[in-house]
């Protein structure tokens, strides 16, 4: 599979009667530039730039290649130095290969800097993060990565990169080599660290669980200028997290070295510019969360001329007790999911909550260092559910 | 199926032979040499594998009766298809049967009574199979998105098996009804059975097809080498649009040509994304949107259906960056169309149904629900991350008796579907709601 991209050009001074076999002249202009446009999700799109020698009048320009997969239909050839004399008149596609003619008009003998564009398979980027973070997780030094995987069967060199912002890279990349280059640094990233405990997925009662219930934990990027981003859509990506940590000296009496932890990955989303990048990276076992439902009544009961209950409305009260055991404070989000029509009737933390859609809302908390036993946060709500119907009908979304 | 591997590795072969029968029948032939193609055009058709070939021969006739046999051996024609007629001396020359001889494929026999002795110019049509044609499009959008260039190609495919040399090629843009399929019709070889069609003529006295390899011309032998651009000359007939190509062209088999149709710059372009879910989930799918017309610079003829390649200018040296790639339909003159060109993650539409409520309960005789109200409030978030202005399209699609109170400006599309349509800034972030009341049961009063 080694490439072999022909590129020749030659003169059809004379129009013979008899067939000419299609000749393939072995003087190939070289590329005078490569360009590499990563920034569509599923398309490369390749830019050469060569100079050849046009005879006046009309030239025949072939175009081949083997073991690379082009997207034939996508070929297309642009005059740089004289766009508007230089015509391309058509292009010819021979039977069973991978090849196009191009007749080409030129005015006068000349050395013409034409660009050929086509689309690549088989160049794929991906993009890889790697974060390492403070000790007090308030902030991270970021590398954004750039990393290639070529296996389109071409030879790329010298090219320039793109991938739809920051400068291009001059880099040159062989076939099935895969190049990592790191495309973006930033230091001192400021970064939440937020734990979320979500009542349809986690136990609400620990004791009754035969391990400490793991909390979700999340590292929180805001992609905005504040954050010394924001300049560009953050890439979906793998993302590494390490966190730095203090090694023992090399010898006694010297000062400790420094080292780091890996402390988890995540997939990065997508992430536009003024919107956060949320990094579930692991778990965190020193916050405890319990909930339970301290009064689960019904009022207004309607009964059918069958005596059966038709619609009936809900009086539920809903306790949760936070212990933090951590030396620090901690940020917690509690997430309660209330299907149906609803109201709120009591509250213990207003400040906190936070309504995120019709059927989900949260509290915000910051829970202080070592909470715990007489000093545990406790959050209660009271809600009324109301028309509860036996059938009830919530497809209306 | 592609039958043209095999048809293409045996070189087309086919032959018009002219012989001269004096009566009675046998008592002497004259064989004379196949006289070649004086012309030939080709009308190529892309809603259907058809093809029109009409070329004319000279030939020299005898006065009395004319046997002339046609095969076309591995080539794709039709043989219910194949028509001959006098150009000249017209009045003298008489087609008096035509016969399909049994146990001879791909060959059929003319029997012609001519007052005129001598060389009359005939014209021979019919169709064949396996030439197609297509258009392709490739957009470059200025940098801003607000207009681009658009070049259109035809791009004509010979898989007919044979060499059609200097032909001048016209293309139909158009869709024909076919009850039969061409290719069918070619490869039976024979005249099939079919209801209304008479019985083959008896067996012609004698024949003999002298076939004559004919040669695979490559390309670079175009008689015509002309070095400027072709210019495709456009008009309507009927329901149809032909356009001809200008001067004559060969495409030998196997082999395919694009040639340039048309390139206009400054065509305005409107940067459309689109918001539906029903139809692309959550998804934003984005469009350049312009119109066939002459404000817009184009509009002189409809532009036949093809696949389009869109790029964005994104260097002062006209670097690209590739949009997308779409099919485009068929567009008549002044009307408006989108280019589909996939989703795009740079500008979001984030609906959210932050209230739902059910009220105003009513009950049958029997005590049982029969009605009731649900209100939705839904809050959009809307955001531009890119560089360039934008227009957005959110469809909703509703059920039922449904009312919606809202300050956006929306606009109702049919009975059950709404759109807001607004322009978003580079960078733009916007937030819109509506409230969605639906009665259900018997509260329904439409």
Partial sequence: MKTTLLLTAFLVIVVAPAALARVKLVALPERARVVVSLTHPDATLIEEERIIALQKGVNKVDFSWRGVNIDGTSIQIRALTNPDKVIVLNTSYPPNENALIWEINSPAAQEERVRISYLLTGLTRDIVYKAIAEPDEKSLALRNYLRLRNESGEDLTEAELGIGYGAAFKKSIAHEEVLEMLSERIDSLPIRKLLTWDAATLPWDPEYEKKTVGIPLSYVITNSASSKLGRHTLLPGKVRIFIKTREQPVRDGEAPGDGVAFTGEDWAQLTPVDREMKLYIGQSRDVKVTQRRTKDERLNIRRNNSQQEVVWDKDEVYKIEIEN???TIVDLVVVEHVPGYWKMVENSHTKEFRKKDAFTFEYHLALPAESTGTKKTTVTFELNRLNVQGNNELSTY | MRPFKTVRDNAAAWVLLGLFVALPAGARINVVTLPGRDSVQLTIYNSADITLVKETRALTFRKGLNKLEFSWANTLIDPTSVEFKPLTHADAVDLLDVSFPPRVSNTLEWRIQSDFAGEVIVEIRYFTSGIGWDAGYVAEAARDEKAMTLAGSVRVTNHSGEDYENAQIRLVV?????????????????????????????????????????RTRMLGVDALMADKQKEIIKEGVSEYFLYTVEGRDTIPNGWAKRLPSFKTPEVPITSYYKFERERWNDQVMRYYRFTNSEPSKLGREPLPDGDVKAFRFITDDSLYAFVGRSAVKYIPVNESVEMELGADREVIVKPTLMNWNKTDLSFDNN???????????????????????????????????????????????????????????????????????????????R
């Avoid at chain 2, 399929?181 to 099939?192: K, R, S, T």
């Avoid at chain 2, 649900?374 to 531009?384: L, P, S």
């Avoid at chain 2, 009975?415 to 709601?433: D, G, H, T, Y």
């Fill in chain 2, 174 to 214: 158009g869709v024909i009804r076919l009850v039969e399929d061409i290719l069918a019709l070619a490869q039976q070889g024979q005249v099939a059975a079919q209801a209304g069609m008479p019985a083959a003529t008896p067996a012609p006295v004698l024949m003999r097809a002298a076939k004559e390899e004919s």
């Fill in chain 1, 325 to 327: 055991f951590k030396k």
């Fill in chain 2, 367 to 445: 005590g049982n629900v029969k009605g009731w109200t649900t209100r939705e409030t839904w809050e959009f978030e809307v955001q531009n991350s890119k560089d360039i202005d934008v227009m957005l399209d959110i469809r909703r699609n509703f059920s039922g008796d449904w009312s919606l109170v809202t300050d956006a400006v929306y606009d109702k599309v049919d009975a059950n579907k709404v759109k807001f349509v607004f322009p978003l800034k580079s960078r733009e972030q916007r937030k819109f709601a509506y409230e969605l009341t639906v009665k259900h049961g018997t509260n329904a009063t």
